[in-house]
């Protein structure tokens, strides 16, 4: 635990306030997903920041602007200090949203969040057949108590969202995952095909959907918007390697989000650790503000001025920002390079010759674990 200085030198008048912080509470999760976002060296136990410095990062939070928090991880309901947290967050006049597999909310954990001041659940569902969400999960009953939490959720009146991660071994029951969630009571679903990074990386041919496959669940989730309409909200974000122009990740680098690692290193976004040549800075030892207005690492890549061509004069630069940096890196080494999942990319033959590998021969899954995964 630490004193950080706090809101010492005004803000520079042109760059806005973030939106939200994604407060990734621990790495630590009982299921163990092969497409997990989160790193392949996990943070461990020991390294995670202590309640009172989780607590001060989300009293400069509010102070510096931040509307929302959302509690993720891992599974974030492993920490033990979840409700108090969540308490606090409250208390300081933020919105707290809770991303969870579910699979450790009981009904008093479930009272004590929502008696904490709780807004909003996000809850994952990795399929909607029982034996295929529990191998996909890794974790036996998985899919029961999610069910159960789900209920648990409506019962206490908060709004619920269902996240359905989907890919080559689950897309045929995305109908089936629509149904699911009006049946749940959800307001919305997030249907995201898998991002080929993190954990998902070594299993892209265990996960990658044909065009055909695609085009499919794209025609459903149009027609299940058009027929739901005022029921649920459904979100819908394709995998970049069939894209012809990049997603603006994060809403763009450092516009929105402020993403703070389990040990507290502040990122841009969850994956950023993966760029080499920053050195991200620590809520340990950095203010919030100082982080968001000053730092190097959050500067880089904010705004225009950093781009190459073409997005430099491109007039989808202020829309997509250029996409995202990690994959800029991941397939170039250089993430100032344009994201190749944009079509006028020089590097767009990089993506294609992955697209390509990713449709070769199914592989079996590499489960998230603790230590990263095997070499492939
Ligand atoms: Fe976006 Fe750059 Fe592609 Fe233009 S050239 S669409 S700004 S990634
Ligand atoms: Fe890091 Fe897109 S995941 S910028």
Redo the contacts with the bound molecule.
């Keep these: 635990m630490s004193d950080a200085p706090t809101l010492a030198r005004p803000a520079p008048a042109t760059i806005a306030a973030p939106l939200a912080l994604l407060a990734e509470l621990t790495h630590r999760c009982p299921l163990r997903c092969p497409y997990c976002s989160n790193p392949l060296e996990l943070d461990r136990a020991s390294r995670e920041l202590a309640t009172a410095d989780w607590k001060r990062v989300l009293s400069e939070a509010a102070a510096l602007g931040v509307l929302q928090v959302h509690f993720s991880g891992g599974e974030p309901t492993a920490r033990r200090d979840i409700v108090a947290l969540i308490a606090h967050a409250a208390s300081v006049g933020l919105y707290t949203n809770l991303i969870t597999s579910g699979v450790l909310i009981d009904r008093a954990k479930m009272t004590a969040l929502t008696g904490a001041g709780l807004d909003h659940v996000q809850l994952s569902f990795q399929d909607t057949d029982a034996a295929s969400a529990n191998r996909i999960a890794g974790l036996d009953h998985a899919h029961e108590k999610k069910l159960a939490v789900a209920a648990l959720v409506r019962e206490a009146g908060l709004p619920l969202t269902l996240n359905a991660v989907m890919h080559r071994q689950n897309l045929d029951r995305l109908p089936a995952m629509i149904e699911l969630a009006v049946e749940l009571g959800a307001q919305r679903l997030e249907v995201a095909h898998v991002q080929y990074y993190g954990w998902a990386l070594p299993n892209r041919r265990a996960l990658f959907p044909t065009y055909a496959a695609l085009e499919r669940a794209t025609d459903i989730v149009e027609a299940a918007r058009e027929r739901l309409k005022g029921i649920l909200t459904i979100d819908y974000v394709v995998p970049d390697y069939y894209a012809r ?2 997603k603006a990740c994060m809403g763009g680098w450092a516009r929105q989000f402020i993403n703070i690692s389990p040990a507290g290193k502040a990122l841009p976004c969850h994956a950023a650790e993966t760029l080499p040549g920053f050195d991200w800075p620590s809520v340990l030892t950095t203010s919030l503000s100082d982080i968001w207005y000053r730092s190097d690492a959050f500067n880089r890549y904010r705004g225009t001025a950093w781009m190459p061509e ?2 430099q004069s ?1 007039d ?2 202020e829309i ?1 920002w ?2 995202c940096r990690c994959q800029a890196f991941a397939f170039t080494g250089d993430a100032s390079r ?2 190749p999942a ?1 079509a ?2 020089p590097d767009r033959p990089i993506l294609d010759a992955a697209r390509a590998d990713a449709l070769g021969p199914e592989t079996e899954f590499v489960y998230r674990q603790i230590g990263g995964a095997p070499k492939a």
């Design positions: 122009r990049p073409p997005c491109c989808r630069r997509d250029g996409g344009t994201d944009c006028l990319a």
